[in-house]
């Protein structure tokens, strides 16, 4: 199946900075790579999504960019809040199934004011 | 109206017990799931079904066993409960896993 990893598990940002993560994918014939937020008690909720025919997607303060050679995909947070404080996800779907996302292991972002 | 809802929001069963968690959507989605998140908030998938078909079974005892009734609903039925099944189990929804996944807002089940 898909192998999703994400970097860093652990993010300490200022307000008003940027956080960015990074994941990384092993099937070269993933098509679709969305974000998730995590907060505390709730679901995932997905933020921002980007498809294979796109190198980048931006919505507000959060973007998304996408190396499809280099098998990589990163979310960029800009002037941070802390409300954007939760757990972050990455995720792609596994070859062999379009019926699932393979998520990355998470990454705990704390903004401090 | 909420989108996703599974009840219970909390469980918690001596080992050994069986016990469900049932999840319905209101969206419409063809496919739903099952994930598991542990305590170090890893989230794996467990089942996906579409229209009411089991796609994927991963690597999951056979005390799990999943029942759509049909497409708006997927419970998860657990047969004699281990200390390791702690965890929080998420249901989903979602037209196909190239889109939105809309989660609910999990079940804390605690195996004492």
């Known amino acids: 199946g898909e192998n999703v990893e994400q970097h860093p598990s652990t993010l300490s940002v200022q307000e008003g900075d940027s956080a960015v993560i990074k994941c990384t994918y092993s099937?070269?014939?993933?098509?679709?790579f969305p974000w998730y937020k995590q907060e505390l008690g709730k679901g995932p909720q997905l933020i921002i999504d980007?498809?294979?025919?796109?190198g980048e997607k931006k919505d507000q303060r959060i973007a998304v960019t996408l190396n499809k050679t280099a098998k990589h995909f990163s979310l960029h947070i800009t002037e941070t809040q802390p409300e954007d404080s939760a757990v972050y996800f990455c995720?792609?779907?596994?070859?062999?199934?379009?019926?699932?996302?393979?998520f990355g292991k998470g990454t705990s972002l704390l903004v401090t004011p | 109206d909420t989108a996703v809802s599974q009840t219970p929001k909390y469980l918690v069963t001596q080992m050994g017990n069986d016990k469900s968690i049932k999840c319905e959507q209101n969206?419409?989605?063809?496919?739903m799931y099952w994930y598991k998140q542990d305590s170090k908030k890893f989230l794996k998938i467990m089942f996906s079904?579409?229209?009411?078909?089991?796609?994927i079974n991963e690597t999951v005892p056979n005390r799990f066993s999943p029942k759509s009734p049909d497409k708006a609903h997927l419970n998860l039925h657990i047969n004699s409960l281990e200390l390791g099944d702690s965890a929080v189990y998420f249901c989903?929804?979602?037209?196909?896993?190239?889109?939105?996944?809309?989660f609910g807002q999990g079940t804390r089940l605690t195996v004492v």
């Open positions: 079904y579409n229209n009411k078909e089991l796609i």
């Open positions: 099937d070269s014939a993933s098509n679709y």
């Open positions: 995720a792609a779907p596994p070859r062999n199934s379009g019926y699932a996302l393979n």
């Open positions: 969206l419409g989605h063809d496919t």
């Open positions: 989903a929804s979602s037209h196909n896993a190239n889109t939105e996944a809309f």
């Open positions: 980007i498809r294979s025919n796109v």
